[in-house]
């Protein structure tokens, strides 16, 4: 059980016994609190209408773990929080206050840091990348490439790269149904079936000395030198593409490798693959353009720049815009059912979009520098790098 006080202590009982098992001063006087239905966070309301949320530790001590204040521009209330109640799924949350307004909130996460015993800091984390299905992950630190369960937090699998590979791009896809990851060292790929650890395959491609390679999920190497950004198929080993570099500035690929988006100094345009044909054409600064990505549909792609725009893929329409700045988003990704859209930026807060309306519903600061954050592929947990740590840290469960 948990209880406040008008002294802002928060308590938790033993039913039982009646012994309190923990105990914790709030930054504000609470005056309304709900736990969720799995016990494991409760949320205060407070007289000046703010609310904050906390994490319920119960093993090997029950312990009170303070998660965030909702930021003050997603404030609903003015007045004392007379009423909170959670919603079945343990994270949704109603909420109504002295001063007549009601407010729903669309989760509150959980910033879990990955068991600490099994990722080792001797080695940096370089990359990371969700894996096509499931709650898996990999990631690669020097030339290691190892498979993570975001769910169970445990080490599945782990690979060795070859050693003359120094300067490696990691991608993860799916290919009938089978998860594999493919690493690019300048010239050479090699892809890997990553629940057996079979190589699927091995090529060299032409890269000009200047070049930053990536691979996409269906295998086409993005060269992107000083004068050139070129498409090159890994199966023919040919250039299939070529662009100079004033005219593109990066590709981003859907998640099928049927689309790409090309962006150039003065527009994003999106091409159907294999074909090249030009589907659509959005006028911007692409100095400004911070993130690009495809919903899991490929029906819309969302650009990040000032705002946070909206785009349908086959059609003319005016695109939905947030009423929110988002010039520090660093990473953007649609969650896996593609109704959310999920940011990263300069400041260390991921937040959550509605991917129809643009709208912003959910804003989580990490209290962590975050690099490389991906939601996994069954849309349940958020995955990021804690750079000072060198761990990986999780955000959820999600609805």
Known sequence: MVSVSRDSMVFV?????????AKSMTSKQPHSLALNSNDEAFVLGTTEGSLLSFRLRQTPDVSI???????????????????????ADGQSLVTCSRDG????????LYDNPWNAATTPSSLTIVQLRALPTGDLVCLQRDHRVELWNASTQKLERRLELPAKFVDQQLVAGEVSGENYVAVTDRGTVVSWQMEDGRILGQWTVPLSADAKPSVSAN??????????VSLIDVAT??????WNRAECRSLVWSKSGKLF?????????????????????????????????????????????????????????????SDVETSSVRELW??????????????????????QTANLLLEHPTRVKCEQFVPVSSGRFLVYVDRDANKLRRIGPLR
Not at 101 to 108: D, I, K, L, P
Not at 291 to 311: G, Y
Not at 346 to 354: A, E, K, T
Request: charge should be negative; proline fraction near 4%; hydrophobic fraction near 40%.
């Open 13 to 21: 009982w033993d039913v039982e016994t009646g012994a309190i098992l």
């Open 65 to 87: 773990e303070p998660i965030v204040e909702l930021p003050p521009r997603m404030k609903v209330h003015r007045d004392q929080v007379d009423g909170l109640s959670f919603a």
């Open 101 to 108: 307004t009601a407010g729903v909130y669309e989760s509150f």
């Open 219 to 228: 295998l086409m190497v993005t060269s992107i030198g000083n004068e050139f």
């Open 237 to 242: 080993e040919q250039t299939r593409q070529s």
């Open 261 to 321: 988006a090309k962006l150039e100094p003065q527009a994003v345009r999106i091409y159907e693959w294999p074909s090249g044909m030009q589907l659509r054409s959005i006028r911007c600064d692409g100095a400004n353009v911070k993130a690009i990505q495809f919903s899991p549909n490929e029906s819309d792609f969302a650009v990040a720049s000032d705002r946070l725009r909206i785009h349908r893929v086959n059609a003319s329409s005016s695109a939905f815009e």
């Open 334 to 355: 649609y969650s896996a059912a593609g109704d959310r859209l999920i940011s990263s930026d300069n400041s260390s807060s991921v937040r959550v979009w509605h991917a």
